[in-house]
């Protein structure tokens, strides 16, 4: 089993070269800065003018800026997202999400994950594809007939209390020795139950403080409880037909899918990286574990460090596989949760099959021992 931790590699190189007038020499100066896996290496290197040019090259400017009037600066304001021509990207989340098509954290954002969905929905209700929220799909998502995509809820004193995990380490040793890798504060769980962005509920309450007896905004979404264990095969979905599994890669996505052809859900997914790429094939759950417990062996980590020893990580909604593990008859390989929802399509894993904890639990509540499940 493969859990995702990976090192980010960010460059950013500018480079800025300016030619002063009556034959000054050429001033280039080039800067870098990178950070990898937490640490920083900055370095830079001038090539700067002479004194003779630097104050030739500051005479000409002096002269040039009287020959003409100088205008005035404009701050770049950000240009706000253009109107939709029906709905707004947030309803289209919402409503798609009710419907079985999940673009994972809701955050009001058309990214990578919002137009999956949207083309999964298309292609379900047989429309035309054109990428777009079009005023066609908001029809077909029911969006003028169809309840609020927001709705109030009043913090109760279970979201409060805790216990919270405020500081969950980097490194699995390290998150070894907690006693539970439960949420970090009452957003990171609230955010979690109704399947959105921290930055969203936020951004729906200004300037509240989350505690209880408080009322806020939320996406009108069937919410999540980490606690609660998903229903077993039986429930109306399930009775409908066999669900068969499918995960691709090259969409980063999965569908169960019912025996007569029906698509019962949609969700984004991370599968695998060039180290561990996700194994193309027939497959079958072998079982289904609601809060496991992790165990760390490093020797199935590429990027693990040669200090680390085998470690068991206690569960939690912040586990490394989440709430939920979908266990398959390929050794090491499941279909998880995960503690960082807002990656999941958008990043690598370490081979395993990662999903939102609130779409691993859709999951888990519709397939049994022996559902087959395809790797493509």
């Known amino acids: 089993?493969?859990?995702?931790?990976?090192?980010?590699?960010?460059?950013l190189v500018a480079s800025l070269t300016l030619q002063a007038e009556a034959g000054s020499e050429l001033r280039t100066q080039n800067l870098e800065l990178r950070t990898q896996a937490g640490s920083s290496v900055l370095s830079s290197e001038f090539s700067v003018l002479s004194s003779s040019s630097a104050q030739a090259a500051s005479q000409a400017a002096r002269q040039r800026s009287k020959a003409r009037p100088t205008k005035p600066i404009r701050s770049k304001e950000k240009t706000p997202p253009a109107k939709l021509p029906c709905g707004d990207l947030l309803s289209f989340e919402v409503l798609l999400d009710r419907q079985g098509f999940?673009?994972?954290?809701?955050?009001?954002t058309a990214n990578r994950n919002f137009r999956r969905a949207l083309g999964a929905m298309r292609s379900a209700r047989k429309i035309a594809a054109t990428g777009q929220p079009d005023c066609e799909t908001w029809k077909a998502l029911g969006g003028d007939t169809a309840d609020p995509a927001i709705m109030t809820y009043t913090i109760t004193d279970e979201?409060?209390?805790?216990?919270?995990e405020k500081q969950i380490p980097h490194d699995l040793p390290e998150q070894a020795k907690l006693t539970s890798l439960a949420y970090r504060a009452p957003l990171e769980e609230i955010a979690e139950r109704f399947h959105a962005a921290p930055s969203l509920i936020q951004k729906l309450n200004p300037g509240v403080t989350l505690?209880?007896?408080k009322t806020i905004k939320v996406p009108?979404?069937?919410p999540f409880d980490a606690g609660v264990k998903p229903p077993t095969p039986g429930s109306d979905i399930a009775k409908a037909g066999d669900i068969s599994i499918e995960v691709s890669r090259d969409e980063s996505a999965l569908r169960a899918t019912r025996s007569d052809g029906t698509l019962v859900l949609f969700a984004p997914v991370t599968t695998g990286s060039e180290h561990d790429?996700?194994?193309?094939?027939?497959?079958?759950?072998t079982g289904v574990q609601w809060h496991p417990s992790f165990h760390y062996n490093p020797k199935l980590f590429w990027d693990a460090k040669a200090k680390d020893t085998k470690a068991t990580i206690k569960p939690g909604p912040n586990n490394p596989v989440g709430v939920v593990w979908i266990d398959l008859n390929l050794e090491h390989y499941g279909l998880h949760?995960?503690?960082?929802?807002?990656?999941?399509?958008?990043?690598?894993?370490h081979g395993c099959v990662r999903l939102t904890n609130w779409d691993a639990a859709r999951v888990a509540a519709l397939v049994k021992p022996g559902t087959p499940v395809k790797f493509r």
């Open 337 to 349: 949760g995960t503690p960082e929802p807002g990656t999941v399509g958008l990043t690598q894993s």
């Open 277 to 285: 790429p996700l194994p193309t094939g027939d497959w079958k759950v």
């Open 102 to 108: 999940s673009s994972g954290q809701i955050d009001g």
């Open 1 to 11: 089993m493969h859990v995702p931790t990976l090192p980010f590699v960010v460059a």
């Open 220 to 222: 009108a979404v069937l």
């Open 211 to 213: 505690a209880a007896g």
């Open 159 to 164: 979201d409060v209390k805790g216990p919270f």
